[in-house]
Each structure stands twice: as structure tokens, then as C-alpha cells.
């Protein structure tokens, strides 16, 4: 646990030694890992907002070409939530009937329809910049929720804003000397910042579920 924590928080400095290690090789890794994050349902504790932030940070120093990395990223992204579209499209109304899984958490769903019937179809852009429900939006979308036309337009649309906006803020931030006299602190803000949306709706969930007990 430790060891994983001090990853997520020390991310710039777990990266910049995979790109001194692997050179050219670090896009395929961190394309890999954006795919992952995005596209498997099994795999929601992968890095997603921090590094992209601490990618942009290295890509400042110019040991990563700012434009190829926002390009992959990008496709990375999309395709990520295209493939996890189609495994909830095949495969996710048999876990749904299910009421446990081994692979699948099946509270995470429910939180994620939740999100759904909020926000609509934007819940595939707006979750993009939400941990768990990024990965599980894209196959509750599969499921039945949205046709594949509209959510690939929405799937396009939030895999560039995503990108774009955290690997550039990245480039960009990294150089002020603040920020890289603090950079975990600023990576422990992303981190805090992201999951916010999620601890609030669960607070109103549990609000809601005791005002409705009271009633009773």
C-alpha cells in the first residue's frame, strides 16, 4: 500500500526514470496504460489525471515530444473507451444480472447509471475527470444506454478535452518554480480534486438515503 501510494504521489519522479530507462518505448508505456485505465473495467486504480499532468511535465523538460504525446494520448483515450463500450455492449448485461462478480464491481455500475441518469449523455465527457466512474461510464454506455453514433461523439469529444487540458497544463505549469518545488503537493491536489465529485455524491446519496429512512 505504501509502495502504491508513493507512486500516485511521486508520479514525475517514477516517469522520469521510465523515460531515461526506455526512451522512445515511454509512449508506448504510457499509451498502454491510458488504454488500459480507460478501456478495461478491471483496471479503474491506473493513474489517469496525474499522469497525464506529470507526462506534460516531463514533455516541458523535452524529454517527450509535447505534440506526439498529446496525439497518442489522445487515441489512446478514445480507443480506450470505444473497446470498453463494445465489452459492455456483449458482455454487461449478464453481469448485471448477476448480484457479484469477480471481475466486475457492481456498485461501481450502479453509481455510474446514477451518474447517467444525472447527466445524460455527457457523462461520457464529464466522466473523464472522474476516477472509477471514467472507466465504468464507457461500459454502462455499452450496456444499453446510448447508441455507439452519439456516445463516439461524445467519446471523441472528452478524449481531447481530457488530454489536452491535463498534459498541457503539465507543460505549462511544471515550468513555474512553485510548482516544481511542489510538485507533489500540486499531483496530491489532482489527485484530491478528481475524487471530490465522487465523495460528494456519495454524501448526497447517503443524505438522501436517511432522510428517506426518517420518513418512513
Known amino acids: 500500500m505504501h509502495e502504491l501510494l508513493d507512486y500516485f504521489l511521486h508520479i514525475n519522479r517514477h516517469l522520469e526514470t521510465v523515460t531515461r530507462d526506455y526512451g522512445g518505448w515511454t ?4 499509451f498502454l496504460v491510458v488504454f488500459c485505465e480507460t478501456g ?15 507526462a506534460g511535465a516531463i514533455a516541458a523538460v523535452g524529454d517527450l515530444n509535447v505534440v506526439a504525446l498529446c496525439g497518442l494520448l489522445i487515441i489512446a483515450a478514445i480507443l480506450g473507451d470505444t473497446v470498453n463500450y463494445h465489452i459492455g455492449k456483449y458482455l454487461g448485461p449478464r453481469v448485471l444480472r448477476g448480484e457479484t462478480s469477480r471481475l466486475f464491481n457492481k456498485k461501481h455500475l450502479e453509481k455510474t ?12 465527457i464529464l466522466a473523464r475527470f472522474v476516477p472509477i466512474v471514467r472507466t465504468f461510464a464507457p461500459f454502462v454506455a455499452g450496456v444499453g444506454a446510448m447508441s455507439y453514433g452519439r456516445f463516439l461523439c461524445y467519446n471523441i469529444v472528452g478524449g481531447i478535452v481530457w488530454v489536452l487540458m491535463f498534459v498541457l497544463a503539465g507543460y505549462r505549469f511544471s515550468k513555474i518554480p512553485w510548482v516544481e518545488r ?16 465522487a465523495f460528494v455524491e456519495f454524501w448526497r446519496a447517503r443524505r438522501q438515503s436517511n432522510r428517506a429512512a426518517d420518513t418512513r
Open 27 to 30: 509512449y508506448a508505456i504510457l
Open 113 to 124: 447509471h446514477r451518474f447517467f441518469e444525472k447527466y445524460g449523455g455527457k457523462t461520457i
Open 182 to 197: 511542489n510538485f507533489t503537493a500540486v499531483i496530491l491536489a489532482i489527485i484530491v480534486l478528481s475524487v471530490l465529485p
Open 40 to 54: 478495461l473495467v478491471v483496471t479503474p486504480f491506473l493513474p489517469g489525471d496525474s499522469l497525464l499532468f506529470a
